[in-house]
């Protein structure tokens, strides 16, 4: 079973993305996991490491898909 | 019962969010209609009026997901 992952940040288009997961999602097939990059810093580099160049983003199968854009990840560095 | 539409021009980029949508999608609560504007310019209008910018793209519940970037929709205009 392959897990999915959404980084965010909080910010609007995140929450919008976020939403349509959490509904879309079969989740029986893929638990979904939320990851704040905002709350969870220490997380950036797994974030990057899978490729995450911006925020929303889900990771599935090994794969990113970037959907819309909320931030950059380098700007989530404070 | 909300129709999804994904939109897309068969490029590589796309093809590869047609997978994950094709695989995760509940589509027994979100029915998955998947559009290949480059086969179907006719739908390319109301992909727009639906405020898809670029392929590939998914509309779901009256908001638009562009997930990662293949194409401006303006290119597909031949």
New interface residues.
Partial sequence: MSK?IFYHAGCPVCL??EQ?LI?????D??PLEIVHLGEQPDRIGEAESAGVNSVPALT??G???????GAAIADLKA
Same sequence: chains 1, 2.
Avoid: E, P, T
């Fill in positions: 999915a919008g993305a349509m509904s879309a999602i079969n989740q097939k893929y599935l199968g794969q990113v898909f970037h959907i819309n854009f």
